[in-house]
């Protein structure tokens, strides 16, 4: 027996009439058993063109036999049923129905994501699931439900980006800081000279310490600066675990030790964001002629790809910020993902 969470949006039509039909035709699935049916809340809508109506949002908790994929069949027959045409991204709809949650399973196939990519950063989700499925575990970051909604209630209300490539980490940040009307928070740190090959491991323990400070000096700021009403939000365009990755890859032995220790307890002490976009490289590294910037140096192919593979691996780990992640060749849609996460949270 399987515990499950679908989620449902509508927007045209007859919201309340289309969810009260979905949820009924879901539930009389003769392998379904169990079920609890949120409340209905209206939100704006997220990501999508203007002008849309608002949305009507609810969750529904249900325990079946029904694998993932004879699931989610189910939920596209009565998207099918109701009228969903699949015209436009993040369009309006009269239906739409998401497979958020089977039991603690992650996977991730052409036709299906568990859990879903983008659950943990939409309010209009966390809502109506925090009202029947509090205790439900998100196995990607390691959250329940319950925590995950009241994590973004809680400052500072900031979001960060990772990846290999600087540069492009502070033009995503700037250009989904001027769509969302936010504040761009630009790495207090100066770059290492982007020239510099073979640098002396002592120079990069120091500027990878000195680093971890002042980003946290920036962090705390956030954290104490005074309260308003919605809250302020910030986009960071680094991230504080880019000091572990750029320690086992560029680093050994005590150096890495040092750099690893320190980039732990600032971890430790920090507030972390309340999500990560992680821009990841979809193109081979390993060529000779291949650079990418790492931390705040260049490295060659090789090292850009452990990188890249290092920075992965940590996002992966359970117990911190949800993750989005878009790849390095399509800015565009980096900025798309991040600037409807951070509408889709406040």
Known sequence: MAHCLIG??????????????????????????????SGYYATAPVGGPAGQPAFLNAVLRIDTHMSPEALLAATRDVEQQLGRERRQRWGPRTIDIDLLLYDTLVMETDALVLPH?????????????HEIAADMLHPAT?????????????????????????????????????????????DPVRPLDPSARGLPAAALVAHELAALAARRQQLDTLSTARSTTPPAWSVCDYWLPQSLAVARVALEDAARHDVETACTRVLQQTPPP?????????TPLARDTDRAVCGDQRMAGPHAAALARELARIAALPRQSPVLRA??????????????AMDAMR
């Open 8 to 37: 449902l949006g509508a927007n045209l039509g007859e919201p309340a009439a289309q969810l009260d039909q979905a949820c009924d035709r879901l539930c009389r699935w003769p392998q379904v058993v169990g079920v609890a049916r």
């Open 117 to 129: 990519p983008r659950m943990a950063v939409r309010r209009f989700v966390l809502e109506p699931a």
């Open 142 to 186: 390691g959250w329940t439900i319950g925590q995950l909604w009241e994590r973004l209630a809680h400052p500072p209300h900031y979001v960060a980006i990772a990846g290999a490539d600087l540069p492009l980490r502070a033009r995503v940040a700037e250009q989904v800081a001027r769509e969302t009307r936010t504040r761009w928070l630009r």
């Open 274 to 282: 309340k999500c990560v976009l992680l821009l990841t490289h979809d």
């Open 327 to 340: 790849p390095v060749s399509a800015p565009a849609l980096a900025v798309a993902e991040l600037a409807a």
